[in-house]
């Protein structure tokens, strides 16, 4: 099983649109979740942290299940501007270790 | 505030020749740093990462070096570039404390013919 799984995509969905992104991790001693934004061409960029009991930001709602082992992010009312490679990262283990990127999931937002 | 710089921003090299990457971070002390590539199409892997000045942790074997010669510098080397070397350079930082944000820098863009 790989370190980190997500759905390839791409979404394709209308401005305006609500979607779901949602990502698995194996190890279970990862402590440390986050959601990265990748433009095309460009370096990964924080969209936020994922804290155990869930958290939004705007638009933005990250969920954090440690049983399954399964992080998600939601995006209510899609912009042309959200579109973006949308990358789940954990840490590899507790503490002060490398993070494990998932490869991305692609979303584009249409008019 | 930190910022994190990398250059060249794009290259293209033959096929055999050497290779210095450059990364340097301002605005903090003693961070980690950490070496990514991304090849066309695909997931961001680890190469190298740091906790310290010559203290250098490689995740996959391959014909790369990394180095850090100084707290805020760190250089990805090769004597002789492969083909599939090419694809997005990455480093970032992170200050080194529990469950710290990694930053990344704007990448260098290689291509090896």
């Known amino acids: 099983r790989k370190e980190v799984e997500q759905d390839p995509g791409p979404f394709n969905v209308p401005e305006g649109a609500t979607v779901a992104f949602n990502c698995t991790y194996s190890n279970s001693a990862s402590q440390s979740f986050f959601w990265y934004r990748q433009d095309c061409r460009k370096e990964p960029k924080l969209l936020m942290s994922v804290y155990s009991s869930g958290n939004e930001d705007g638009r933005f709602t990250a969920q954090l299940n440690r049983a399954s082992q399964y992080i998600s992010l939601l995006i209510r009312d899609s912009k042309l501007s959200d579109s973006a490679t949308y990358l789940c990262?954990?840490?590899?283990?507790?503490?002060?270790?490398?993070?494990?990127f998932g490869k991305g999931t692609r979303l584009s937002v249409i008019a | 505030s930190q910022t994190i710089h990398q250059w060249p921003a794009t290259l293209v090299q033959p096929v055999g020749s050497p290779l210095s990457l450059e990364c340097t971070v301002e605005g903090t002390s003693n961070p980690n740093l950490y070496w990514y590539r991304q090849a066309a199409g695909r997931g961001l892997q680890l190469l190298f990462y740091s906790v310290g000045i010559g203290q250098i942790s490689s995740e996959v074997p391959q014909n790369l070096s990394a180095s850090r010669p100084q707290d805020r510098q760190f250089i990805l080397s090769s004597k002789k570039l492969l083909l599939s070397d090419s694809g997005f350079y990455l480093c970032?930082?992170?200050?080194?404390?529990?469950?710290?944000?990694?930053?990344f820098g704007p990448g260098t863009r290689l291509l090896v013919l």
């Open positions: 970032a930082w992170t200050s080194g404390r529990l469950e710290e944000t990694q930053y």
């Open positions: 990262v954990v840490n590899r283990y507790s503490g002060n270790t490398p993070l494990v």
